[in-house]
């Protein structure tokens, strides 16, 4: 698909279909299990409904907003991704640099391809970093004072990788650590040439955010490396500790429930970070829209809120905005143009996201992110999605 064709988020989607091998685009697209939470995410942000005004003065329209004080140009951020090399040998730094262009901020992951420190040297004020509990709170510490030596003023806490999941389209094509696919995904990827050409001449394909003996961990030493370091008992208790020692701001991702969300709030949390992590991890749970409300009300705006999964639309961040999320955040959109046409077209993915906004904002006729609140929705008949969300 030529570029000037290519109009909004769903056409990088398939665009990137067509550069992808199928295996690799399965994992970009694919849920857990039934992936009906996946699904959901998006539905039910459809299924909110906005009122049309008219005559309203829209002169100076403007889409900035801040978040724990750093401005952004609109209320959108990066959402953590691992492995982004396997799209595009741009990677991480690449979409960093766009988030930078775009007035954004991008979340490093802590499964990221690169390294913190090599994001930081394209992104130093637009980089928040993820840090997960690992079992040996030696490595935790570690990556900690590496955020802390580039200058990370704000970490985003994996508050829900206790448990596995299970992704069967990933199964289906042997996406083990190492890889190990069927025959027929080689053919497949045979007709992919230019994906072939970027892995066989591009970045190496690692999980260079942690080392082993001063070189990246490869991707065949991931298994073992991840089955000793997980933690499964990570619990409320390692967020205290963490707050008492980092100065900065802390973030907790993986909020899907308002007592979690209160408990948050109560050991220090700035910022509630609501994902389901796009449906991938744990099917059959509520879309991130969903209990947006249920979490704003039981925060009580002792902490800032964002919200990840479903974001496809400008039309979503008004929704998200107009019931108490400060900004969402959005993933396989970026992972989608980064796949189909690499860090410009990752621009450009920013840019439909901020036309669609503005467009948004002036049909429903505010002129400013902070005029966004529930009055923006359509009147609610008795059984619609609204009312239920605003109970």
Not at 9 to 33: F, N, T, V
Not at 147 to 171: F, H, N, Y
Not at 192 to 197: A, D, E, I, K, Q
Not at 352 to 365: D, N, Q, T
Request: with cysteine.
């Amino acid at each position: 698909m030529r570029e000037k064709w290519i109009v909004s988020i769903d056409d990088y989607r398939r665009a990137s279909r067509k550069r992808l091998p199928r295996m690799i685009s399965d994992y970009l697209e694919g849920g857990a299990l039934d992936e009906t939470t996946m699904r959901a995410n998006e539905e039910r942000f459809d299924a909110l409904m906005l009122r049309q005004r008219s005559l309203v003065d829209l002169t100076g329209m403007n889409t900035s907003t801040t978040v724990l004080g750093r401005p952004l140009a609109m209320p959108l951020m990066v959402a953590p991704m691992g492995m982004l090399t396997i799209f595009h040998p741009g990677s991480d730094p690449a979409v960093a640099r766009a988030a930078v262009r775009a007035g954004s901020i991008f979340i490093h992951s802590a499964w990221a391809g690169c390294s913190l420190e090599e994001v930081a040297q394209v992104a130093p004020e637009n980089l928040w970093a993820q840090v997960a509990f690992w079992k040996d709170p030696a490595e935790t510490a570690s990556y900690i004072n590496r955020a802390r030596a580039v200058g990370v003023d704000t970490l985003v806490v994996a508050g829900d990788v206790g448990s596995s999941s299970k992704r069967e389209r990933d199964l289906r094509h042997g996406l083990s650590m190492p890889p190990r696919p069927p025959v027929a995904d080689y053919f497949n990827a045979a007709t992919r040439p230019g994906w072939l050409y970027r892995w066989l001449t591009g970045r190496k394909m690692t999980y260079g955010n942690y080392q082993v003996n001063g070189r990246p961990l490869r991707m065949d030493e991931m298994n073992s490396w991840m089955a000793s370091h997980k933690n499964p008992g990570a619990t409320w208790d390692d967020f205290a500790k963490l707050r008492s020692e980092w100065q900065g701001n802390l973030v907790i991702k993986g909020i899907m429930d308002p007592e979690d969300a209160a408990r948050a709030a109560d050991e220090g949390a700035d910022g509630i970070f609501i994902s389901n992590h796009g449906g991938r991890q744990f099917d059959s749970q509520p879309a991130t829209i969903d209990v947006l409300p249920s979490i704003v009300e039981a925060v009580g705006g002792r902490a800032e809120i964002y919200l990840d999964g479903g974001v496809r639309r400008g039309h979503d961040i008004v929704k998200a905005v107009a019931l108490g999320a400060k900004a969402v955040l959005a993933g396989r959109p970026f992972a989608y143009a980064l796949a189909a046409g690499g860090e410009h077209a990752v621009d450009r993915a920013f840019g439909i996201y901020h036309e669609e906004l503005k467009g948004a904002m002036g049909f429903v006729g505010r002129a400013s992110v902070a005029e966004l609140d529930r009055t923006v929705f359509a009147n609610p008949s008795p059984s619609s999605v609204l009312e239920g969300l605003l109970l």
